[in-house]
């Protein structure tokens, strides 16, 4: 089964959308991502219309950012059900403060070279992904950790996690 | 029925712990019992999947019915008395965990009904990752 393709005129959608996201000043490379995702997947355009329809700059803002973390989540997507490890409820709080504190960490470094603004413009994930990362408790991902990582000269040692996603 | 943990749903309850949408109690007594009731298949012998307020269909930004996407709801949880909702994909005879979200407002739903629908097409192609079952 394979629903929630895109269909043609979803498509042409799509092409208008990124033209407003372009003139709203976001990175080119994400908008071409966007559309890439949304050529195939109707989620993505239904996100990218969302986005368009937003009301005001921070539900604008957690689209973009929802759009970044599928992206991401696309480049690192198994080919096949994949199993991982099973986690208890009871080591949840660890695991997220592990999380914490890695994010914590990395946060500091990241001050060090300019702060998520400059960061931004050095990777070109849109800042309000960035804030996201480092605001919530969700696993990083192997995709944006290199990102940073190579934006500030990081070596493995400086971003090894326990808990990638 | 075979519940599946997805990766994405473990990414999502670890969000709702740190901002504490729900105890610890309120997970173990009621959440995680209600999303076990899904093991005894579809449709359920249980009552409560007849009461939309706990059980019904995920439904996208146009109000349309999303096919294989379903959602399990539980008002007033947690002390922020939130509205907390998990999607649900039931598939090829498994039912997947796929999110957990606080229904803050409609946008809100807007957007993880999308998600969702990513989901659907993922899982439909065996493009997912577990964390093993209820």
Same mark, same amino acid.
């Given at each position: 089964?394979?629903?929630?393709?895109?269909?043609?005129?979803?498509?042409?959608?799509?092409?208008?959308?990124?033209?407003?996201?372009?003139?709203?000043?976001?990175?080119?490379?994400?908008?071409?991502?966007?559309?890439?995702?949304?050529?195939?997947?109707?989620?993505?355009?239904?996100?990218?219309?969302?986005?368009?329809?937003?009301?005001?700059?921070?539900?604008?803002?957690?689209?973009?950012?929802?759009?970044?973390?599928?992206?991401?989540?696309?480049?690192?997507?198994?080919?096949?059900?994949?199993?991982?490890?099973?986690?208890?409820?009871?080591?949840?709080?660890?695991?997220?403060?592990?999380?914490?504190?890695?994010?914590?960490?990395?946060?500091?470094?990241?001050?060090?070279?300019?702060?998520?603004?400059?960061?931004?413009?050095?990777?070109?994930?849109?800042?309000?992904?960035?804030?996201?990362?480092?605001?919530?408790?969700?696993?990083?991902?192997?995709?944006?950790?290199?990102?940073?990582?190579?934006?500030?000269?990081?070596?493995?040692?400086?971003?090894?996690?326990?808990?990638?996603? | 029925?075979?519940?599946?943990?997805?990766?994405?749903?473990?990414?999502?309850?670890?969000?709702?712990?740190?901002?504490?949408?729900?105890?610890?109690?309120?997970?173990?007594?009621?959440?995680?019992?209600?999303?076990?009731?899904?093991?005894?298949?579809?449709?359920?012998?249980?009552?409560?999947?007849?009461?939309?307020?706990?059980?019904?269909?995920?439904?996208? %930004? /146009? #109000?349309?019915? $999303?096919?294989?996407?379903?959602?399990?709801?539980? &008002?007033?949880?947690?002390? !922020?008395?939130?509205?907390?909702?998990?999607?649900?994909?039931?598939?090829?005879?498994?039912?997947?965990?796929?999110?957990?979200?606080?229904?803050?407002?409609?946008?809100?739903?807007?957007?993880? %009904? /999308? #998600?969702?629908? $990513?989901?659907?097409?993922?899982?439909?192609?065996? &493009?997912?990752?577990?964390? !093993?079952?209820?």
């Amino acid at each position: 089964m394979s629903t929630f393709k895109t269909s043609p005129e979803q498509q042409l959608k799509v092409y208008g959308i990124a033209t407003a996201m372009k003139t709203a000043g976001l990175d080119a490379n994400f908008i071409t991502n966007c559309v890439k995702l949304a050529f195939e997947y109707e989620g993505a355009h239904d996100l990218m219309q969302l986005w368009a329809e937003a009301s005001n700059q921070e539900e604008k803002d957690e689209v973009i950012a929802d759009l970044q973390d599928e992206i991401d989540t696309h480049q690192e997507l198994p080919k096949k059900p994949t199993k991982k490890p099973y986690v208890k409820f009871d080591d949840l709080d660890a695991i997220a403060k592990n999380i914490e504190g890695y994010k914590r960490n990395l946060r500091k470094l990241v001050d060090r070279h300019g702060g998520i603004v400059e960061l931004a413009k050095k990777t070109g994930i849109p800042q309000p992904s960035l804030s996201r990362f480092f605001n919530s408790n969700s696993m990083p991902r192997r995709t944006t950790i290199y990102k940073i990582a190579e934006a500030l000269g990081l070596s493995e040692k400086d971003i090894i996690t326990d808990w990638v996603a | 029925m075979d519940v599946l943990i997805t990766e994405w749903a473990l990414d999502s309850y670890l969000n709702l712990k740190h901002s504490r949408a729900f105890t610890d109690a309120e997970y173990k007594n009621t959440i995680r019992p209600n999303a076990e009731l899904l093991k005894d298949g579809m449709p359920s012998p249980h009552p409560q999947f007849q009461n939309p307020k706990f059980w019904g269909p995920a439904t996208d %930004m /146009a #109000k349309k019915t $999303i096919q294989c996407g379903y959602k399990m709801k539980w &008002h007033n949880v947690g002390s !922020g008395k939130v509205q907390l909702r998990l999607a649900v994909v039931i598939l090829g005879g498994k039912a997947f965990l796929c999110q957990g979200y606080v229904k803050t407002n409609d946008f809100v739903d807007k957007r993880e %009904m /999308a #998600k969702l629908k $990513i989901r659907i097409r993922d899982i439909g192609r065996g &493009h997912y990752i577990y964390r !093993g079952m209820l």
